[in-house]
């Protein structure tokens, strides 16, 4: 199975000629080389590169054991603190297959995330729910030092310790930091935590397929071979050495930049299955922060299909034409509903009968890809076989490797975000954390004005 990255309705309309195309082979395989060859910027981050090839049995069998020891507690819910790229990967890729209503069907345990914001109602809220549950902890912050997982673990580790008490309440945390440094790492030392490691040269938002993502996934019952193994072959797929010709990662890259460099400033990732929702998260954060500096940058975002062609829909069609559109779209769901005949056809729709549900989306699909061609927003269309752990882990490589390659092509740094500090600076100083003395009287300062 591969991703069929279809540029059909980009190059129809004029938006991508094939000449213009074909100029990007050189540079798109030279960036690509960069990346295996490290001699790009950002190359102490780029251990994500070979990452799925270097995944091995007994890392594997390690993760999966932590799955068995935790799961054999016989939990309701595995609470995964974490956030950005300590976050985004394994919600992404729980959510796209599951089911639906797992929480309401008693599916367990239930994965429910929490330090991913700072409202406090729902850390509250969250407490509520545990108190009634059997639960244990995931906490995933690379450095360690990250506020919005640092306060929601101080107050979920002393609710799991009141409930379990301190022996029973340690075994039932698994914490995912850095080998050596951050406040995290500490705790977790003094506290004999089972502790996981983020490799230094893998960044937060290149991490799912670190332990970062992999806990909270064999906890949730998925197949984290298949996972890994379709990231496997997506690496061949897309390696350095894989022609442009052949090469979608290039061939995405490669479109994406040539959009961008006609004014197209959006790129709105569309699906049509919303369990991919999260996924799209995961691709904005992976953009976003990837490609977002210096002034640069295609302004990653996201729509749920056909739902948001009732709110975004008319936007797209008619709205600032800066925009273009990358449709993900599953060839196959994993269920069938035939549609019935009715012989009252009430509702008009015996037109249909016979068929199925997903026929109709896919109508929705093509129809929409043609209007929205049509009201000049170029689509790009990648299409993967069906939700499964196999095909998430191809989709989740190639769109890292498209991004390494994009980030490349526009001449940023993709492994960094120092741009994500900011925030932080204002926020310690508004808070008044120690060592920040001089920017909280800055900052006062200016409030006062
Ligand atoms: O991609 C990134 O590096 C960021 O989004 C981080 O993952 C995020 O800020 C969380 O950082 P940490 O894992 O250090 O708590």
Redesign the pocket.
Known sequence: MKIILDKAFAKASGFISPDVFKTYKNPAEEMNKALHNKSGRGSDFLGWVNLPNEIDNAFLNNIEETAKTIRAKKIDVYVVI??????LGAKAVIDALSDSFSHLKGDKPAILFAGHNIGEDYIAELRDLLKTKEWAICV???????TE?ALAFRILKQDLEDRYGKAEAVSRICAV?DAKK?ALKTLANEEGYKTYI?PDDV?????VLTP?GLIAIAIAGFDIRALVKGAQDMAKATAAEVAFEKNPACQYAAARHILYSEGKKIEILVNYQPKLHFMSEWWK?LYG?SEGKNGKGIFPAAVDFSTDLHSMGQYIQEGERILFETVISVANPNREILITEDKANLDKLNFLAGKRVDYVNKMAELGTQIAHVDGDVPNIRIEIDKLDEYNLGQLIYFFEKACGISGYLINVNPFD?PG?EAYKKNMFALLGKPGFETETAMIKGRIVK
């Not at 974490?82 to 976050?87: F, N, Q």
């Not at 995933?140 to 990250?146: L, Q, V």
């Not at 960044?203 to 991490?207: A, F, K, M, P």
């Open positions: 974490g956030i950005g790229g300590s976050y995933i912050s690379k450095s360690g030092t990250t997982p930091t951050g983020i960044g937060g938002r290149y991490s970062v954060q922060e975000q994500v």
